[in-house]
Structure formats: structure tokens, C-alpha cells
């Protein structure tokens, strides 16, 4: 008689808690997963329309003996379409050097600060 009281007292204290730190790993775990892939979104996209911008100021440059283009300046002279992004996925402007040989674009990347370890870079 005393088994079968101890099996209808319901869920013991230990047995929730367990619950409750098994739901909270998995809920965890799911808001890992989904904030690691919306950053590499992130930095996919923003590689993406940089890509296009360092192919925009290449043509810039072909045509263009001296000089860096702006942004501007590739949207004025139809190198870059009107409604290209200018922006980063994290809301940063690009930036276009042409240091070297081949125009490169440049994000701030996700911390918002020019030359740090997270910035993007496009250069070919």
C-alpha cells in the first residue's frame, strides 16, 4: 500500500527542476543556433553588396585614370545602380579605398568601429 502512495504524489521537486533546466538548455541552444545563422546572414549579405561596389569601382577606375570614386560618384556616373545598398547590414556606410592597384570596400563591420578585427573587406 505504501508503493503505490508514493507513486500518486505527483512529480517531485528534483524531477521539476530537472524540467526546467532541460527546457531552458534547449531554449538556449535554439537562440544560439538562430542568432549564429542570422550573423552570418549578416556578414553574407554585407560581403554581397560590397562585392558589387568593388566591381562598380573597378569599372570606375578603367574609365577613370586618377582618382577614387565615392559612392556617390559611382550612383552619379551610372557605375552603381540608384538603389544599390550603401550601407552595411549593421547600418555602417562603406567605405572604397584605392590604395592598391584594385579599388577595396570596406564595412566597419558588426561593432560599428573602422579598423578592428571584425571589419569587412573586398578587394580582388
Request: aromatic fraction near 6%.
Amino acid at each position: 500500500m505504501a508503493r503505490s502512495r508514493s507513486r500518486s504524489r505527483g512529480v517531485t521537486p528534483f524531477a521539476a527542476a530537472l524540467a526546467v533546466l532541460g527546457l531552458g538548455a534547449s531554449a538556449s541552444g535554439v537562440y544560439w543556433v538562430a542568432s549564429s545563422d542570422s550573423a552570418k546572414s549578416a556578414q553574407s549579405a554585407s560581403r554581397a553588396d560590397a562585392a558589387q561596389i568593388q566591381v562598380a569601382a573597378k569599372s570606375f577606375r578603367a574609365q577613370h585614370a586618377d582618382g577614387c570614386p565615392t559612392l556617390s560618384s559611382l550612383q552619379e556616373e551610372q557605375f552603381l545602380s540608384r538603389n544599390a545598398r550603401e550601407d552595411d547590414a549593421w547600418g555602417n556606410r562603406f567605405r572604397i579605398l584605392c590604395d592598391d592597384a584594385e579599388p577595396t570596400v570596406i564595412s566597419a563591420g558588426p561593432d560599428g568601429r573602422p579598423n578592428t578585427a571584425d571589419d569587412l573587406r573586398v578587394s580582388r
